[in-house]
Structure formats: C-alpha cells, structure tokens
C-alpha cells in the first residue's frame, strides 16, 4: 500500500486561528495527523477560549493549579 504525501504546505484551521506549517519535504498522511493533533491537544489544555479548557477552569479557580495536569503545570 502506497503512502499518501500531502504537499510541504499544511494549512488547518486551529486555535481560532490559521496554522500554516512549511516542511523543506513533504509530510506522509501519519505526519500531518500527528502535527494537527498536537495543536489540538494544545488547544484543548491551554486555550482561554475554550470553556471546557484544563486552562479556563484553571483560570475559573486558580486554586485548582495544584491539581493540574503535569503538561499544564510544565508550561506554566
């Protein structure tokens, strides 16, 4: 089965925002995957914009910070 290659340009949708991501190769599907993942899980711990956000509940009740995830705690 042949791998599929998206072009070196990936642009998606995260964060409220665009994310446009330039490789000097191309990206097999697994990577792309892999990349729009990461921003998603960042965007589903540390986004202010989500209500469900490990952030906003922080930010809801900053005593909670002692009980954060260690990623979240890591990059505070």
Known sequence: MAVGLVPARLVFES????????????????????????????????SLYRHDSEASAIGRDRSLIRSASEPYRDMY
């Not at 330039?22 to 729009?36: E, F, G, L």
């Open 15 to 46: 964060m409220g925002t665009v994310v446009t991501v330039i490789s000097t190769v191309p990206m097999d599907t697994a990577t792309a995957d892999a990349v729009k993942g990461a921003f998603r899980e960042l965007d589903e711990r540390f």
